[in-house]
């Protein structure tokens, strides 16, 4: 985890627990050790609930980065097309301004 996030859940291990819940569930059902109450049946539901949840978070947490990159960017071309202007002296206050 990272220093910043001491307080919050770690959400890959939210989705690393779910789906070691659905693995297990699946292989003791395999040997007969599980024998079906409807609780139990349950499990892989909430095994595939949790890493949803998990993935579904850290998939903002992308999207959140990739919109942060993009509005960089933007600002980027904004600095870059200014330069460009200044030095074809296009802009008013432009030292490269021909009069």
């Known amino acids: 985890m990272n220093n910043n996030n001491k307080g919050q859940i770690s959400w890959d291990y939210l989705i690393?627990?779910?789906l070691v819940m659905l693995l297990v569930w699946a292989f003791l059902k395999s040997l007969g050790i599980i024998n079906s109450p409807v609780w139990v049946e349950m499990i892989p539901?909430?095994?595939?609930?949790?890493?949803?949840?998990?993935?579904?978070?850290?998939?903002?947490?992308?999207?959140?980065g990739?919109?942060?990159?993009?509005?960089?960017?933007?600002?980027?071309?904004?600095?870059?097309n200014t330069h460009k202007m200044c030095i074809e002296g296009k802009l008013d206050k432009s030292p490269y301004k021909k009069e």
């Open 45 to 64: 539901y909430f095994g595939i609930g949790v890493a949803g949840m998990g993935g579904a978070y850290k998939l903002g947490k992308i999207m959140e």
């Open 66 to 80: 990739v919109e942060r990159l993009l509005r960089i960017e933007e600002r980027f071309i904004s600095v870059e």
């Open 16 to 18: 690393w627990i779910g």
